[in-house]
């Protein structure tokens, strides 16, 4: 069985500043992984996938993860968030089909 | 190329009453998924087409839910009779292959 935990419901984050999300995994076989975003009253986004090949993987709009797989995780990262980027973030594994998500990360950019 | 779209954006019935969900996946993906989330719970998955056939109806609650997909293309998820238990958000995807899900923007169903 597989499963995922997103460690923290809610990150505030001052605008301009770098922000780490959090996502371990747990898994018998070998994993995909991604990370979408759920921007208020929109539906989800791929924001980048890890299938296979290099463990850094860049997305759109600056962020980027990498996979450990070592320490089973797959953080995901921003050097510099904006206002915009306040949404929800969810990470997300599969070893077929059947995607397993974690309970979501609440990131809130102040200003 | 136009995304996954579901239909209606929000649903408010009453307890008892029938709802159905509509979902028309990216043209050309024979993979489509229904997934649900319960407030301030994950996502969970609760069932995948392959073209018309049901893959894996394995995360269906129960039998007051039903899935059909016509002819491979669009798909819909009856509730009848809906419970209060039913309220979330139900999210359709589509795919290619089978690595890569994109999302539509999701029906919002509350039971009162």
């Known amino acids: 069985a597989q499963s995922v935990t997103q460690l923290d419901s809610q990150v505030p984050v001052f605008e301009e500043a770098p922000v780490e999300l959090r996502c371990n995994y747990s898994?018998?076989?070998?994993?995909?992984l991604f990370w979408y975003v759920q921007y208020p009253n929109q539906g989800l986004q791929l924001l980048l996938k890890?299938?296979?090949?290099?463990?850094l993987v860049k997305g759109i709009n600056g962020f980027e993860a990498e996979f450990n797989k070592s320490q089973t995780s797959f953080h995901l990262r921003k050097p510099s968030v904006h206002i915009s980027d306040t949404a929800e973030y969810f990470c997300?594994?599969?070893?077929?089909?059947?995607?397993?998500f974690g309970t979501g990360t609440r990131l809130k950019v102040l200003a | 190329e136009a995304g996954v779209t579901q239909f209606p954006s929000h649903s408010v019935i009453e307890k008892g009453q029938t709802v159905t969900l509509r979902c028309d996946p990216i043209?050309?993906?024979?993979?489509l998924y229904w997934y649900r989330r319960v407030m301030g719970k994950e996502i969970k998955f609760l069932l995948h087409?392959?073209?018309?056939?049901?893959?894996?109806e394995s995360g269906m609650p129960n039998n007051r839910f039903l899935a059909e997909r016509t002819g491979g293309t669009y798909s819909t998820l009856k509730v009848q009779p809906a419970e209060l238990e039913d309220s979330g958000v139900y999210f359709c995807?589509?795919?290619?292959?089978?690595?890569?899900?994109?999302f539509g923007p999701g029906t919002r169903l509350t039971v009162l």
């Open positions: 898994s018998s076989v070998s994993v995909y």
């Open positions: 087409f392959v073209k018309e056939s049901k893959q894996d």
């Open positions: 890890y299938l296979s090949g290099s463990t």
């Open positions: 995807a589509s795919s290619q292959g089978v690595n890569t899900q994109y």
């Open positions: 043209s050309g993906h024979d993979n």
């Open positions: 997300a594994v599969t070893g077929t089909y059947k995607y397993i």
